[in-house]
């Protein structure tokens, strides 16, 4: 669905040359910032539990491989950042489209929120904001690698973060 949006929109990804070059180097330092944060919230004790008590799927490979950076980091950039960003630019202009996309991005994900028992008034503003912030690297580099490396380092590290906390919880737990 993202791929489609970005055709029928005509989106620029800046997915070649310089672009996808700043892109790159912006969101790798970007998100090894973002990796570190998530590694060295980990060891926080609600952080923790809210790991341990998460209900992981069934196939670490094919989250890992597959589900994180094709069906969530790429159909979201494509949409989000790509898709609406441009449409959104174009009829309210570049800070309130970023808003706009920002809030549509925090708001697509109630239902996570609630099927996995977290707060949805504050799943929408931390991913509003991170989906500012995405826009913002977009914007920034010209390239649509900068936000999906930046998304995919998020995921991942919080996804590789949650399998290492509930693997060591039932190591410890078994007699």
């Known amino acids: 669905m993202g791929a489609l949006l970005v055709l029928v929109t005509r989106a620029p990804l800046g997915l070649a040359g310089p672009r996808l070059w700043k892109g790159i180097r912006l969101g790798s330092a970007a998100g090894a910032v973002a990796a570190t944060a998530i590694s060295a919230t980990t060891p926080i004790p609600m952080v923790r539990l809210s790991m341990i008590e998460r209900e992981l799927p069934a196939s670490t490979p094919g989250w890992l491989g597959l589900r994180i950076p094709v069906g969530t980091v790429w159909a979201e950039e494509a949409a989000f950042r790509a898709a609406l960003a441009t449409v959104a630019a174009k009829g309210f202009g570049p800070s309130a489209g970023r808003l706009l996309q920002a809030t549509a991005f925090g708001l697509s994900h109630i239902a996570d929120a609630r099927q996995t028992g977290e707060?949805?008034?504050?799943?929408?503003?931390?991913?509003?904001?991170?989906?500012?912030?995405?826009?913002?690297?977009?914007?920034?580099?010209?390239?649509?690698?900068?936000?999906?490396?930046?998304?995919?380092?998020?995921?991942?590290?919080?996804?590789?973060?949650?399998?290492?906390?509930?693997?060591?919880?039932?190591?410890?737990?078994?007699?």
């Open 119 to 175: 707060s949805p008034v504050a799943t929408v503003l931390v991913t509003g904001i991170a989906g500012w912030v995405f826009a913002w690297l977009a914007d920034r580099s010209g390239s649509l690698a900068a936000p999906m490396l930046v998304h995919l380092a998020v995921n991942e590290a919080g996804a590789v973060a949650a399998l290492t906390v509930q693997r060591r919880h039932s190591q410890h737990a078994s007699p």
